[in-house]
């Protein structure tokens, strides 16, 4: 079976550096995503990483560890706007379809 | 805009209604997926279609029924629901089905469904 595990909430502060952490037990492997959503919008994609190593786009870069079956989203210089889901998604086959964690809900404060 | 369009925002309905979720894709995408997404759950996959043609039904009650009649539309239709079936059903699309790369789903804003 799938299993996607992240953790529930986190907080942090104005400025500050969050990792957003995700292990996951999939039968195949073809790629890790991301995903933001807030609240009462649509999820928007992040990152994807399919090779093991660090993805970086802007503030926001992501990890990927096939042999650990360990990733992690990493925000820099975090803002308000940045108060939102997390959602891990892992891509088990050469399919489109995702099996998708809880999600991190992200608090910031000021 | 995310390009993937759903009507309405907001249903309420009675367990003995009948009423459609309306998915509309700007974006030339040629598969489109269904999710419901409740409280403290997982996204959950629903229905998948590939170039209108249903590849992927996760087990779904058929009180849920879905309809493509062609890319860019996507329907799923309601009827006799539980209260248990209230949440948020998100639809989504992707470039094809037999994703190479990235190829990642875009996601419409979601009907928040209550079911009383």
């Known amino acids: 079976g799938q299993n996607i595990d992240q953790p529930t909430e986190m907080t942090a502060t104005e400025g500050a550096i969050v990792q957003i952490n995700c292990t996951y037990q999939t039968s195949g492997f073809n790629g890790l995503f991301w995903y933001q959503q807030h609240a009462g919008e649509a999820p928007t994609f992040l990152s994807y990483?399919?090779?093991?190593g660090l993805e970086e786009k802007g503030r926001f870069s992501s990890f990927l560890s096939r042999s650990k079956g360990y990733s992690y989203l990493l925000l820099k210089e975090l803002q308000m706007k940045d108060s939102a889901s997390y959602l891990c998604a892992v891509r088990d086959k050469g399919y489109s379809t995702l099996t998708f964690g809880k999600g991190t809900m992200l608090l910031v404060s000021p | 805009e995310t390009g993937v369009t759903q009507t309405p925002r907001h249903l309420v309905m009675g367990m003995t209604n009948k009423k459609s979720l309306k998915c509309e894709q700007h974006l030339g995408h040629n598969a489109m997926y269904w999710y419901k997404q409740s409280a403290k759950k997982p996204l959950e996959l629903m229905f998948v279609y590939n170039f209108k043609e249903q590849t992927e039904n996760n087990s779904v009650p058929s009180r849920f029924s879905p309809e493509c009649p062609n890319s860019s539309h996507l329907f799923l239709h309601l009827h006799t629901l539980q209260p248990e079936d209230s949440a948020l059903y998100l639809c989504a699309s992707s470039q094809d089905f037999y994703g190479q790369g990235a190829s990642p789903l875009h996601f419409g804003n979601g009907t928040r469904l209550t079911v009383t």
């Open positions: 990483n399919v090779l093991d």
